[in-house]
């Protein structure tokens, strides 16, 4: 079994960065690719970021491309979202993930396990 623990999120003011973390326990994932999605109210689980198991291969969503940054350190199970120039589009519950396979997925229906996700606010 996989448990993924985010931690990090927070209420920020626009133009701030935030950087969230997403702790793996349980079985390992180290081959794992990884992701991190979001959900603001009303609205559909986005995919933000993810990459791959070793870290050579990311990709990103059109809106967080140039401000957000995913990394993984494999030695620790823990993989970072960076996030910097927030703003209030941002706003939602961000989530981490893991699927069994190769690539990187940029859909929910590609991964398997979720975290319970942590609350990003930012304000203007």
């Known amino acids: 079994q996989v448990q993924l623990g985010e931690s990090g999120g927070g209420l920020v003011q626009a133009g701030d960065s935030l950087r969230v973390s997403c702790v793996v326990s349980?079985?390992?994932?180290?081959?794992?690719?990884m992701g991190w999605f979001r959900q603001a109210p009303g609205k559909e689980r986005e995919f933000v970021a993810g990459?791959?198991?070793?870290?050579?291969?990311?990709a990103y969503a059109d809106s967080v491309k140039g401000r957000f940054t995913i990394s993984r350190d494999n030695a620790k199970n823990t993989v970072y979202l960076q996030m910097n120039s927030l703003e209030p589009e941002d706003t939602a519950v961000y989530y981490c993930?893991?699927?069994?396979?190769?690539?990187?997925?940029?859909?929910?229906?590609?991964?398997?396990?979720w975290g319970q996700g942590t609350q990003v606010t930012v304000f203007k």
């Open positions: 349980g079985r390992t994932v180290r081959n794992y690719p």
């Open positions: 993930t893991a699927r069994r396979g190769l690539q990187v997925g940029t859909t929910k229906e590609e991964y398997d396990y």
């Open positions: 990459i791959n198991w070793i870290g050579t291969n990311t």
